[in-house]
């Protein structure tokens, strides 16, 4: 829960003083109980081609998105969560963007110049089924910027998920793309480490990690924001993590065999919560970690005139081994 179990293969070559061409092959795996967190894919983490020079670095294949929390070009999370995407459910900031890890992807990524890395991204169809038609494939494009200077850190990304949906239903609502803006940033003062993130999204499909299996929908349609704020501290022969969120979004959820005049099913949702985690480093590869988190969910369904709470605790321990 602290990080997924995961082998890989790395390699690269020099071919000229400036030019280096490598690749990255990771595979997520149940450690207890030896089995692919998907099976039917080999290198579900990351599988990436990349060259670079004197122009920046361009990677070609499965990648994490600029927000995603994850992998090699990871800016947003690392930058605006001090726990850097979280763990397991309710232990972490609660961002409700959190793209994921992508396919068919396209990054530049750009030389430092002045403290300042630039980024763009592109998926050209997210979710690999080739059983999908290419015109039924969502898409994703991003473009982000990085900035350091000294113990300060920022990250800005603005992204969309561009959605390309059919139903051979009666009804079909036309699927407006997603638009995401993301800030983060922190600052080390060697006795703690503060960060703030916030994120304002548009058209999105979910909120905050809601789950709406229970309402049979398809897609959603969610405007709304997240606010975190946490700090890393080096204490106790280790690093203890806090983090504490609040998200409010609003909007509509769909299913593809609805009546012709039905808008979609309104609603208004909240989320807020704690979490606490902290490693005890036995090594320089070996970790202990311990930690606990708290969730509260509001879910007004409007046309129906249901309202839904969740409160949720979770704690977590375990042991992380790298080599």
Same mark, same amino acid.
């Given at each position: ?124 169809? @997210? ?5 999908? /038609?290419?015109? #039924?494939? +969502?898409? !994703? =494009? *991003? ?96 690093? @203890? ?5 609040? /998200?409010?979004? #609003?909007? +509509?959820? !769909? =299913? *593809? ?67």
């Amino acid at each position: 829960m602290n990080t997924s179990s995961v082998f890989g293969i790395v390699g690269s070559e020099q071919i000229t003083e400036t030019l280096t061409v490598g690749f990255q092959l990771e595979n997520s795996f149940a450690s207890d109980s030896g089995a692919f967190d998907d099976p039917d894919r080999l290198f579900d983490k990351e599988s990436r081609l990349y060259v670079t020079g004197t122009l920046g670095t361009l990677s070609f294949g499965r990648m994490g998105a600029l927000n995603a929390g994850e992998g090699t070009y990871d800016l947003f999370m690392a930058t605006g969560d001090a726990m850097d995407g979280g763990y397991s459910d309710y232990i972490g900031a609660g961002y409700w963007l959190d793209r994921g890890i992508y396919d068919n992807t396209i990054t530049y990524q750009s030389p430092e110049f002045a403290g300042l890395t630039l980024y763009a991204q592109y998926s050209n169809g @997210l979710d690999g089924d080739d059983s999908v /038609s290419s015109r #039924d494939k +969502d898409r !994703y =494009a *991003a473009v982000g910027l990085g900035y350091t200077a000294g113990n300060l850190s920022m990250a800005l990304v603005v992204d969309t998920v561009m959605k390309n949906r059919s139903f051979d239903t009666v009804y079909v609502k036309d699927v407006d793309d997603a638009t995401s803006v993301s800030f983060g940033i922190n600052y080390d003062f060697g006795f703690m480490k503060p960060f703030f993130g916030i994120q304002y999204g548009q058209h999105e499909d979910t909120f905050a990690g809601a789950d709406f299996s229970d309402y049979a929908v398809d897609f959603g349609d969610f405007d709304g924001y997240s606010v975190a704020v946490g700090s890393a501290f080096p204490i106790w022969g280790g690093e @203890l993590q806090v983090s504490a969120y609040y /998200s409010n979004g #609003d909007g +509509d959820v !769909y =299913a *593809a065999e609805m009546p012709e005049n039905n808008v979609g099913i309104g609603v208004d949702l909240k989320r807020y919560g704690v979490g606490v985690l902290h490693s005890y480093e036995l090594s320089k590869r070996t970790s202990l970690y311990a930690g606990a988190g708290y969730s509260h969910q509001e879910a007004d369904v409007k046309s129906v005139q249901y309202e839904e709470e969740l409160d949720a605790f979770q704690v977590i321990a375990g042991l992380v081994h790298n080599f």
